[in-house]
């Protein structure tokens, strides 16, 4: 007997060359490298945030063979093998891409590098502060950074959108060439294009009128604060280990945030298809959007108790105005331009539902206890203790 999925919690996973994994994974670990064949598809979470290793090793290696979809989230990601299908990778700080990918690619991270042996047979979409692409990519590509760097072949239609941008000599473009940014681009002789080049203007925003944005920012903000405070109030030991999960583990929580986003919609919809099943997916549903905002409630929590910097347990008196502050500076980062902004709610939302699903899950669930003792009497005898004079 075999499970069809395998749920994996570790510090340090290895998978060397010569192993195989037939069942689906779902992975968290502090540094992962995964060297042999992975069957099925493969989420993986390596979560060593601020820890240095004596080599300097990424937290995530993926030089096997993959057959099947993966998903990777780490702090610094290394794709040296061959991906079958689909590659989605997510990085605090860098991902690099020396490989094949048999259909379509997605990176997000500050750095993203796809180096001369990387190929894309697929469409691509990339993200971040500084892009750098000497591959090749088969389909359409879309890339949005502060600065890119392009010297590979695109054999479709490319899309940049960023402040810098530079087209080195001997890069192939065989289709459309359409850039977004600050003044005009002059292409190198030695660039060949096979398309136009079309410089496209950024979006006018529509006339909204400043005040009445920041209006419903506040309105927004206050109705969230007055959820907050409905909840904690409600189920203080929930709010109280929900924000607990979160400090002990970022990226266990990501996790379980990801399987519930992912897998409780499938749920009720299957269960729309019996009669008996009707009730429980409406009750899913219900349940299931109001996971998706009491989330950043959570979140805020834990933001707050971040920015104020203590190390102890938040106290009763100080708790709505921590939450508040925390919810503040999430609505702030609301103006984060696309693709980001879409970033930042998935980081919310996948964080705050898997701290919720956990708390709820475990049964070390705190209580509130609250005792008063009468100014002037003793404390109650500790049980075993002799009373004095005895």
Not at 191 to 208: E, H, R, W
Not at 306 to 317: A, C, G, W
Request: aromatic share 8%; net charge negative.
């Amino acid at each position: 007997m075999a499970s069809a999925i395998e749920f994996q919690g570790t510090n340090t996973f290895t998978l060397s060359a010569d192993q195989t994994l037939t069942n689906e994974l779902w992975l968290q670990a502090r540094t992962v490298t995964l060297a042999g064949t992975v069957g099925e598809d493969c989420f993986v979470f390596a979560d060593s945030m601020g820890q240095q290793t004596a080599t300097n090793l990424p937290t995530l290696r993926l030089a096997g063979l993959f057959c099947a979809d993966i998903w990777g989230f780490g702090e610094t990601i290394e794709m040296t093998g061959i991906a079958s299908n689909n590659l989605r990778l997510a990085a605090v700080k860098t991902v690099i891409i020396n490989s094949h990918v048999g259909h379509n690619l997605m990176a997000f991270a500050p750095t993203v590098s796809l180096g001369e042996d990387s190929s894309v047979q697929g469409s691509a979409l990339l993200a971040g502060q500084d892009v750098i692409i000497s591959g090749t990519i088969r389909g359409n590509t879309r890339i949005y950074g502060t600065k890119v760097t392009l010297d590979g072949k695109f054999e479709n239609d490319l899309h940049v959108t960023a402040s810098e941008i530079t087209v080195m000599p001997g890069t192939e473009i065989k289709g459309d060439f359409y850039y977004q940014m600050e003044g005009d681009l002059v292409l190198d002789s030695g660039v060949l294009l096979g398309g136009k080049m079309i410089k496209q203007d950024p979006p006018i925003p529509a006339p909204t009128s400043t005040s009445s944005t920041l209006m419903l920012q506040l309105t927004l903000l206050c109705g969230a604060i007055m959820v907050g405070m409905a909840f904690v109030s409600l189920t203080p030991g929930i709010a109280a280990l929900s924000v607990h999960k979160l400090t002990e583990s970022f990226w266990r929580c990501i996790l379980f945030g990801f399987i519930a986003f992912a897998l409780v919609p499938l749920i009720a919809a299957f269960l729309l298809f019996t009669v008996a099943g009707i009730p429980l997916s409406v009750i899913l549903i219900l349940a299931y959007v109001i996971l998706i905002y009491v989330s950043k409630i959570i979140v805020g929590l834990f933001i707050g108790h971040l920015i104020i910097r203590k190390s102890t347990p938040v106290p009763p008196n100080l708790l709505f105005p921590v939450m508040s502050l925390g919810l503040l500076a999430l609505y702030a980062a609301t103006s984060l331009p696309f693709p980001f902004d879409i970033v930042f709610w998935f980081a919310i939302t996948l964080s705050g539902m898997g701290a919720l699903v956990s708390a709820i899950l475990d049964r070390r669930t705190p209580v509130l206890v609250s005792c008063s003792v009468e100014q002037g009497s003793k404390p109650p005898p500790v049980p075993g203790a002799t009373p004095p004079g005895a």
